[in-house]
């Protein structure tokens, strides 16, 4: 059977290394907006819950972001009633 585009890419451990890093930061980001979305609550409503600012919570959502802190994912989860699981695969 002949290997996709993207099994190919995969194959290169730097190619794999930087879309694994890209790719969960994009799962936070849009865990983040649904979750907020589900509960009807503005960015701004959010941050006012998390002690910080919208434009933060912006961030977090965008999905361009790495630089998530694990005390601001645990206020956000509480903020929107969740619990925060953090995991190694």
Do not use: P, W
Request: with cysteine.
């Amino acid at each position: 059977m002949k290997k996709s585009i993207y099994e190919k890419k995969m194959e290169n451990q730097k190619f794999k290394a930087v879309y694994d890093k890209v790719s969960a930061e994009l799962k936070i980001g849009e865990q983040i907006a649904q979750i907020r979305h589900k509960a009807k609550m503005s960015q701004s409503e959010l941050a006012k819950k998390v002690c910080t600012s919208r434009t933060a919570i912006a961030r977090y959502e965008s999905g361009n972001y790495s630089g998530y802190n694990v005390s601001t994912l645990f206020r956000i989860a509480k903020a929107l009633h969740k619990k925060l699981k953090i995991s190694y695969v």
